[in-house]
């Protein structure tokens, strides 16, 4: 994870927070701080940050089924249409 942060830029916006709030600082101090203040948001925001994830992948596979549901009806047709949409069972 520490290369991971090493490698990784901070968002703009909470960079030039940090910047204006110590223009002092250098950049890479600034960089630090700001990494350091995001990881913290995400930690405090995990449990959201979760289940607004899992509302997002279902939302993703609903509109991905509507897609293959489309598909099929554009391109099957007769028995293999009915068995995509388990009218005909084995």
Do not use: C
């Amino acid at each position: 994870m520490k290369q991971e942060i090493k490698n990784r830029e901070p968002m703009p916006a909470v960079l030039k927070h940090v910047m204006k709030q110590n223009p002092t600082m250098s950049k890479e101090e600034a960089v630090k701080k700001a990494l350091a203040m995001e990881a913290r948001y995400d930690e405090a925001n995990k449990e959201r940050n979760e289940k607004r994830n899992a509302e997002y992948r279902k939302e993703w596979e609903r509109a991905l089924q509507k897609e293959n549901d489309h598909w099929a009806l554009e391109m099957l047709s007769g028995d293999a249409l009915a068995e995509y949409f388990n009218v005909i069972k084995d």
